[in-house]
């Protein structure tokens, strides 16, 4: 059964900071990673995904990671801004048999002070 | 374009009630997943409805059912309500269900609190 953890649960930095935010999971045959940002009591929003056969992949300030062999993932954040404050999920999809199905975190609070 | 919809945002039943929440996918979306979000659970898989058909469950009571018109819209239901049913309810969409870098949106959610 795949689980899915992250770690810290919850940071802490000032503004102007660059960050790491840390997932790992126990079945490495995922097809895509997902990363997702969640304010409070709202639904989430898509970040980044990053496909099995894939590296990384970069939006705006944002840059996802994955070793799919060690079972990890990171979020870089650079420059944080308050406004950067949510919760970050990750999540995963294993193969095509699981159709949609996402695996999620119990996600990372992050609250970046100005 | 248009993002994924839920309705209603907001839901107050009480114990024993049943529940109906909505879930309109993005336009051209043929996939939709439902989840549930506690505090102490986190996000929890439902179930998952492509062209009208149940792919996947997760390890839900038979109390919580769905379904999936032809419009792709779909609609969950959530019979003899339990306090512990007190949750945010999150739909995902996709174009297909289980594919290579297939990106999945998620509708604001539909917070359910049961008296």
């Known amino acids: 059964k795949q689980e899915v953890t992250q770690i810290p649960a919850a940071l802490s930095v000032p503004e102007g900071e660059n960050l790491v935010l840390n997932c790992s999971f126990t079945d490495s045959a995922i097809y895509n990673l997902q990363w997702f940002r969640q304010d409070p009591g709202k639904g989430l929003t898509s970040l980044l995904l990053i496909q099995s056969s894939q590296r990384e992949q970069t939006s705006g300030r944002l840059n996802a990671s994955l070793d799919k062999s060690s079972g990890r993932s990171t979020l870089y954040i650079a420059a944080s801004q308050p406004g950067d404050s949510a919760t970050y999920l990750c999540?995963?999809?294993?193969?095509?048999?699981?159709?949609?199905?996402?695996?999620f975190g119990e996600g990372t609070q992050l609250t970046v002070n100005p | 374009k248009a993002g994924v919809t839920q309705t209603p945002r907001y839901l107050i039943k009480t114990r024993g009630q049943q529940v109906t929440l909505s879930c309109s996918p993005i336009s051209g979306h043929r996939s939709v997943s439902w989840y549930q979000q506690t505090p102490g659970q986190g996000l929890q898989f439902l179930f998952e409805y492509f062209s009208e058909t149940q792919r996947n469950k997760g390890n839900f009571p038979g109390r919580f059912s769905g379904r999936q018109f032809s419009n792709s819209r779909s609609e969950m239901n959530v019979s003899t309500l339990e306090l512990g049913d007190s949750a945010l309810y999150l739909c995902a969409s996709s174009k297909y269900p289980g594919r290579l870098g297939e990106t999945q949106y998620f509708g604001p959610g539909t917070r359910l609190l049961v008296l």
């Open positions: 999540a995963v999809q294993m193969g095509e048999t699981s159709g949609s199905r996402l695996t």
